[in-house]
């Protein structure tokens, strides 16, 4: 299995990192945005944007193979 670090782009599915970025801080995330889903929800909004603080423009992804 190889992995590599890639820009993130509109089109990578957004729930999977929107999990991934719960779980690093799920007290904050929970009063933040009261619920998984909420964020989810969010999440999904801004991610295919070019601007933002969860946009996809603002991460990097490490993908396999």
């Known amino acids: 299995m190889s992995v590599c670090i890639v820009d993130?782009?509109?089109e990578h599915p957004s729930?999977?990192?929107?999990d991934l970025i719960w779980t690093v801080d799920k007290p904050l995330m929970t009063i933040?945005?009261?619920?998984?889903d909420r964020w989810?929800?969010?999440f999904a909004s801004d991610w295919p944007e070019?601007?933002?603080i969860v946009?996809?423009?603002q991460?990097?992804?490490a993908?396999?193979?």
């Open 8 to 10: 993130a782009q509109a």
């Open 15 to 18: 729930e999977p990192i929107a």
């Open 32 to 36: 933040l945005f009261g619920t998984r």
């Open 40 to 42: 989810r929800r969010v």
């Open 50 to 52: 070019n601007k933002g």
């Open 55 to 57: 946009c996809h423009k």
């Open 59 to 61: 991460m990097t992804l």
């Open 63 to 65: 993908v396999r193979n």
